[in-house]
């Protein structure tokens, strides 16, 4: 052969061996395999193999310890029933005097029941021997802290199983419907506004030729309409004092055209039970009128005719303790319905006041102020001073600093039962002044001081939808609550289960993107 021939045929003989290796190299690696999941099998059968007797040796076990109590209750029963057989007729009778005391005693318009009892299930049958396990009974109630007050004590439910719940909630929304129809209507409007005063003619004019009622209005208003004209003779006003603190005896709607001083207004007038009062927004930013005017025929005769949702919304009734006073309180009560202030007035020098709640200590605000607001006054001056928005029938009391002169003094909500007693201090270096709902200032001297507690008498307005719904409408619409425009997408696109980003995107972004997941 020549040398060119040689040298190929090597070659190729090199390249068959080769080839023969790679061969020999996967057969080995498929025969590893091959043994490696024949041994895993193997583990997966005896871990089942195992599970199986361990199940079967369990239903085993349990039909055994399941035929030994049918034989020890069987003997029981035989037992007990061997042994009571003589006083069966006496057990019966007790046995249903006692369902019967228990029935009476418990069982209210509720429908909440506290007979049912805990028994032995070994001795469901027996009477003479069988042991009654009750929980310890008792009784809750709402208690006020005075002796002589119990306006606001009533049980809540008395259950003998041991489980306390709530039946009704106070923030529950209330409805009213009329079981007579309503008779008279008082009318209050917003002073020196000639759009009020048209509407306020027309709406007196449609109330009585097209519903026939009585119609009140402030003495202000009757002069305007008479000197209008004389066709508005009808109109009642009040002519003394006298007449005036009966209006809730007469009045059954109240309805006010203005803004919320208007409602305040309104609310002012009466110191006991307050009407319905239905508020047509004529105002500012109207968080207690969510009805509109131009509508006002069509709501006050669904208003008239069938139900509505109302809004409780609470007042605070305050008395002023003077320190030099024969009397204890000076004056009556003053209800209000936003809030009540307390500030250093004119004065350079801080406020100091101590606060106490039910008798105990709370603090001692030294700052510009303090502010003791209901929930319907969250969104008034509490709300411009810090203090958090609640809903109107929240029952509670706001507790707001004004600028107070330290960093941890947060705003408070308080339970509605307390009563606060806010004192002017011996050792202040001024006076104080306290006002309600912006009005009837007066001055806090040294040892006087400023008791304030929930009253009985709430301010039922009535709702264009319901509570919740005109509150979020009122802030929203009122305050722009939480507006803000709308976070972008661009440069991201979402899928089902992940985030693409394109390779631009800086690490905001990306940040943007993990925070959607």
Not at 130 to 150: E, H, M, R, V, Y
Not at 151 to 171: L, M, N
Not at 437 to 459: E, F, H, I, T
Request: glycine share 6%; hydrophobic share 35%; net charge negative.
């Amino acid at each position: 052969m020549k040398p060119g021939q040689i040298k190929s045929t090597e070659q190729e003989n090199g390249l068959v061996a080769n080839s023969e290796k790679v061969m020999v190299v996967e057969e080995e690696e498929e025969e590893g395999n091959l043994v490696e999941f024949s041994e895993a099998m193997r583990t997966v059968s005896k871990v089942l193999r195992r599970a199986a007797q361990g199940k079967a040796s369990a239903q085993a076990e349990a039909a055994e310890w399941k035929r030994k109590y049918e034989m020890e209750r069987a003997r029981n029963m035989h037992l007990q029933h061997k042994g009571a057989a003589y006083n069966a007729g006496n057990c019966n009778k007790q046995k249903e005097e006692h369902l019967e005391l228990v029935s009476q005693r418990c069982c209210g318009e509720n429908g909440i029941c506290s007979h049912e009892v805990l028994r032995d299930s070994k001795e469901e049958d027996s009477c003479s021997d069988t042991k009654i396990t009750k929980k310890a009974s008792f009784k809750l109630q709402w208690c006020s802290s005075g002796d002589n007050d119990d306006q606001h004590k009533h049980d809540i439910v008395s259950f003998e199983k041991g489980h306390i719940t709530t039946a009704e909630r106070s923030s529950k929304q209330i409805s009213l419907k009329w079981e007579s129809p309503p008779q008279t209507v008082l009318i209050l409007t917003k002073p020196n506004s000639t759009s009020v005063k048209l509407l306020c003619a027309e709406m007196v004019r449609w109330l009585t030729e097209k519903r026939k009622l009585n119609i009140y209005v402030e003495p202000r208003v009757r002069t305007e309409l008479v000197t209008e004209s004389s066709y508005y003779n009808f109109a009642q006003t009040w002519n003394d004092d006298k007449e005036f603190w009966l209006l809730h005896e007469i009045v059954d709607l109240v309805i006010t055209l203005g803004g919320d001083g208007t409602v305040l207004w309104a609310a002012s007038m009466f110191k006991g039970p307050v009407p319905p009062v239905v508020p047509f927004s004529l105002g500012s930013l109207g968080f207690m009128t969510p009805f509109y005017s131009e509508r006002y025929k069509e709501c006050l005769k669904s208003i008239l005719q069938g139900g509505m949702s109302i809004t409780l919304r609470h007042r605070l009734q305050c008395h002023v303790v003077r320190e030099a006073a024969e009397n204890e309180n000076e004056g009556g009560p003053i209800l209000v319905l936003n809030e009540v202030t307390i500030d250093r007035g004119i004065s350079s020098f801080l406020t100091n006041l101590e606060c106490y709640c039910d008798n105990s200590f709370v603090t001692c605000v030294q700052g510009d102020g303090l502010i003791l607001s209901t929930t319907s006054g969250s969104t008034a001056y509490s709300l411009a001073a810090g203090g958090s928005m609640v809903h109107p029938q929240v029952p509670g009391i706001l507790f707001t600093p004004i600028c107070p002169h330290s960093l941890s003094f947060r705003p408070l909500i308080l339970p509605e039962h307390v009563t606060l007693r806010i004192q002017v201090p011996f050792n202040s270096r001024g006076h104080a002044w306290v006002s309600f709902d912006g009005k009837d200032r007066k001055q806090l001297a040294p040892g006087d001081a400023l008791v304030c507690s929930m009253s009985a008498w709430p301010v039922p307005t009535v709702c264009r939808v319901d509570s919740t719904s005109d509150f979020l409408h009122s802030i929203h619409d009122g305050l722009h609550w939480n507006l803000r425009k709308t976070q972008s997408f661009d440069g991201l696109r979402v899928q089902t289960a992940s985030v693409v980003v394109p390779w631009e995107t800086d690490a905001s972004s990306l940040v943007e993107a993990r925070n959607l997941f």
